[in-house]
RNA sequence: CGACACCUGAUGAU
DNA sequence: ATCATCAGGTGTCG
């Protein structure tokens, strides 16, 4: 996970941790970057995984509709899933985007495509 | 790769070509040894390559099975995949073995570390 | 069926 | 130190 804004790389998670699965880590990165955040701020918020960008801006809003349960199933990593959503909807100026994992020996460079895919997207 | 019999070294695959990927020369280098044998030969053949190593000794069966596909899209450089399987199975004396690979400029050395090594499981 | 990520192991090249 | 080429397994969703 990558946090911008206006164009800087404020911070980045890159850590490791072989006790929890990637999801939730996916989550709590994600968590960790919404919660650095006041309500009205403006940020792009880069994450890799799929699954937290699907969650987040598409299936969320269904699964609380339906009282938080999937078409095939529960939903997992609840405790995660409603969390990060709630602080997502708190900040309606947050986006949340996806990129393509880098390569852990790039990361410099990798953080470098960030800021300008950034520049230019908002300019 | 080397090969071995009643503990000499019999010949030794050294060569080098960068028009072809390592993995495709792992497998053509195995082929190659499994050609110069006949089909009750008792032989030990060592290779650096594990992708070699567990293609012939565990995954190929199941690719078999599978109509040679795997998990996740294809056996890559199935040809030589599906050769070498055969090849292998013809000659069911023929051992397998995996080797760390060895440094160049220590073949000599490499050499009789591994009729050392082949005589002492052996013996 | 499809997509993304994570972990592990191994080799090759400069 | 960094590039690419290979495999198996698990976590998750539609």
Redesign the pocket.
């Known amino acids: 996970m990558v946090y911008v804004m206006d164009g800087r790389i404020l911070a980045s998670d890159h850590g490791?941790d072989?006790a929890t699965?990637?999801?939730?880590?996916?989550f709590t990165a994600m968590i960790h970057g919404l919660e650095m955040l006041g309500p009205a701020e403006e940020m792009d918020v880069y994450t890799?995984?799929?699954?937290v960008v699907?969650?987040l801006t598409q299936?969320a809003a269904g699964?609380k509709r339906n009282g938080w349960k999937?078409?095939?199933g529960e939903?997992?990593?609840l405790d995660l899933v409603r969390l990060a959503y709630e602080l997502f909807l708190e900040r309606p100026n947050v986006r949340i985007r996806w990129i393509?994992?880098h390569?852990g020996?790039?990361w410099n460079e990798y953080a470098d495509a960030l800021s300008t895919a950034y520049l230019r997207s908002e300019v």
Do not use: G, I
């Open positions: 490791e072989p699965t990637n999801n939730r880590m996916e890799d995984s799929q699954l699907n969650t299936w699964w999937r078409r095939d939903v997992k990593n393509k994992a390569d020996s790039l």
